[in-house]
T-cell receptor, first 117, second 114 residues
Framework: AQKITQTQPGMFVQEKEAVTLDCTYDTSDQSYGLFWYKQPSSGEMIFLIYQGSYDEQNATEGRYSLNFQKARKSANLVISASQLGDSAMYFCAMREGLDTGGFKTIFGAGTRLFVKA | NAGVTQTPKFQVLKTGQSMTLQCAQDMNHEYMSWYRQDPGMGLRLIHYSVGAGITDQGEVPNGYNVSRSTTEDFPLRLLSAAPSQTSVYFC?????????????FGPGTRLTVT
């Protein structure tokens, strides 16, 4: 069974510093995708970044990068130059079976990030 | 382009009542899902659909039914509400290809069962 683990229930970071949010996953599939979503206090879910299991380079989107270590089955999110608006809940998610049309997407329990001024 | 819409935004039910949470998307996405979000547990997948007429169970399907008669709509039915179903419910949709396959979420429905 697939599983997503986020071991940090809460994290603090100083404004303008970088922060890493951890995510490990468990799958026996070879073709899968990894996602990070942000949920501000307003409640909406915002897609941040995607990494495919066959992608050779780590994904980057602006201040977000995904540190993908396939052998360790980890997909950590790195936020550079933290801003007050980054304070939110962050979820790691995985979708298996991309090459066979798989769609089922499972989420981790989330990490709440607090950015201090 | 409204994206993913959900109705109602809030609902209070008594134990044993039934109701349907509505979800619609106007992006012609093949894939749609229902999640529930409880404190400390992230989002848990209830049911999902890979196209009209095709649905499957997720992690926590008991007590819920779905159907997908059109590409646009994916309603979630609570058959006999229980206090354990008090949660925030999110509907999401996604296209099949190409990457990044991200899901677009609705604003959520906050359900309380007393």
């Amino acid at each position: 069974a697939q599983k997503i683990t986020q071991t940090q229930p809460g994290m603090f970071v100083q404004e303008k510093e970088a922060v890493t949010l951890d995510c490990t996953y468990d799958t026996s599939d070879q073709s899968y995708g990894l996602f990070w979503y942000k949920q501000p206090s307003s409640g909406e879910m915002i897609f941040l970044i995607y990494q495919g299991s066959y992608d050779e380079q780590n994904a980057t989107e602006g201040r977000y990068s995904l540190n993908f270590q396939k052998a360790r089955k980890s997909a950590n999110l790195v936020i550079s130059a933290s801003q007050l608006g980054d304070s939110a809940m962050y979820f790691c998610a995985m979708r298996e079976g991309l090459d066979t049309g798989g769609f089922k997407t499972i989420f981790g329990a989330g990490t709440r990030l607090f950015v201090k001024a | 382009n409204a994206g993913v819409t959900q109705t109602p935004k809030f609902q209070v039910l008594k134990t044993g009542q039934s109701m349907t949470l509505q979800c619609a998307q106007d992006m012609n996405h093949e894939y749609m899902s229902w999640y529930r979000q409880d404190p400390g547990m992230g989002l848990r997948l209830i049911h999902y659909s890979v196209g009209a007429g095709i649905t499957d169970q997720g992690e926590v399907p008991n007590g819920y039914n779905v159907s997908r008669s059109t590409t646009e709509d994916f309603p979630l039915r609570l058959l006999s509400a229980a206090p354990s179903q008090t949660s925030v419910y999110f509907c999401a949709s996604s296209q099949g290809a190409p990457p990044p396959y991200e899901q677009y979420f609705g604003p959520g429905t906050r359900l309380t069962v007393t």
